[in-house]
């Protein structure tokens, strides 16, 4: 017996299934349905048509699923809801410049690292800003020179110092569609903690906030500010966020929080991670691409923890350290392990998140 198409996914509507969904047919109206018989070769044409109507069309529902939609048509879902990418576009590095001697003109052009930058200055200090987007441009050496593209009388030296505002990457798919469901699905209303959470992740350069609610009494709200690379915000970040929410944290309804809800916005403490270990590698391997390798792995591990949900048992582990420095290609074994100091995971509280700090590298790994 034909099956009623109505009652199956897209995904089960195949060639193979409309073909013998054809035949059942035939079968009924007691017609001949071999193949080249005038029924069948009639039932093939419309098949294939009928086929490629259903796969046309389950790719069209997989562009416009909230669950799977990706790109412009997500940005469109975004603006339906009153949401955009966090960033919106890739942005800027800029970072912090020393000078001895005479300093080159705001908007001379720089060189560092073989990436170009604008001089300029950033609330008082000097500063250089990156040419190219993205997170890439933050991984520049402090203590690297910067060299004037054009000569500056009086200048003796040009010294990159720390970053001063990371670049991010434009918001990714995955990262956007989650806050497009949270928004859709989510409790988020009458200024709950779900709500404020979306208010503050709505801000431009945030990646995560924790909400704690009655810090400081009845209807006081903080918001603590995760970056978007899992780091410590800028202070023009938290910044726009207490802004945005309530300026001043007064608790009078100019920003998107109710007439009575005090909100605070605070950047979470970065607490520095410090490793140490005894590596063996493999005789061709480079002590120095090992360490570099395994600076980024541990860069990537503190910022996937920073940017979770945050739960009671937030932690570096010390296991977890041990098995990414284990699956390295070049080491063979390792011992001697220390995270800041001590063989025991890292705890933090609700207002702390992992930051980088050094990695020791003992043995003779050149």
Not at 63 to 84: A, K, M, P, Y
Not at 255 to 273: D, N, R, Y
Not at 318 to 326: E, G, H, K
């Amino acid at each position: 017996m034909a099956r009623n198409i109505e009652d199956l996914n897209l995904d089960e509507i195949t060639e193979e299934l409309l073909l013998d969904e054809a035949i059942d047919i035939g079968d009924e109206l007691e017609v001949d349905t071999r193949q080249g018989s005038i029924y069948r070769d009639a039932a093939d044409g419309h098949v294939i048509r009928t086929a490629k109507f259903f796969n046309d069309l389950r790719q069209v529902s997989e562009i416009i699923s909230l669950d799977s939609c990706t790109g412009e048509v997500l940005d469109e879902r975004l603006r339906e809801r009153g949401l955009q990418r966090n960033p919106p576009e890739s942005t800027q590095a800029i970072y912090y410049v020393e000078y001895v001697g005479a300093k080159p003109e705001i908007g001379d052009v720089v060189t560092c690292e073989g990436y170009f930058f604008t001089v300029d200055v950033l609330d008082g200090k000097d500063v250089i800003i990156s040419e190219e987007y993205g997170s890439e441009m933050n991984n520049l050496l402090p203590g690297s020179p910067v060299i004037p593209e054009l000569d500056v009388d009086g200048l003796e030296s040009a010294t990159l110092k720390e970053l001063a505002v990371p670049a991010l990457d434009v918001e990714s798919d995955d990262s956007a569609r989650t806050r497009l469901i949270n928004r859709i699905s989510g409790p988020d209303e009458n200024a709950n903690i779900s709500q404020v959470k979306t208010w503050c992740e709505s801000v431009e350069g945030v990646g995560r906030a924790r909400i704690i609610p009655l810090w400081d009494g009845p209807m006081s709200v903080k918001g603590v500010i995760i970056s978007r690379d899992g780091g410590v915000p800028t202070s023009k970040v938290v910044e726009d966020v207490q802004k945005y929410i309530d300026p001043g944290s007064e608790g009078m309804g100019e920003g998107v929080a109710p007439i009575g809800q005090k909100f605070t916005a605070a950047a979470a403490e970065g607490v520095k991670i410090n490793v140490s270990v005894t590596i063996i590698k493999r005789a061709e391997a480079s002590g120095q691409t090992i360490k570099e390798e395994l600076e980024k792995q541990l860069k990537e591990y503190y910022k996937t923890i920073a940017l979770a949900e945050y739960t009671q048992e937030i932690q570096v582990r010390y296991t977890r350290i041990s098995a990414i420095i284990t699956e390295m290609e070049d080491v063979i074994d390792h011992e001697n392990l220390l995270v800041n100091g001590s063989e025991d995971n890292v705890e933090f509280t609700v207002s702390q998140i992992p930051v980088f700090g050094e990695v020791v590298i003992n043995g003779d790994i050149l």
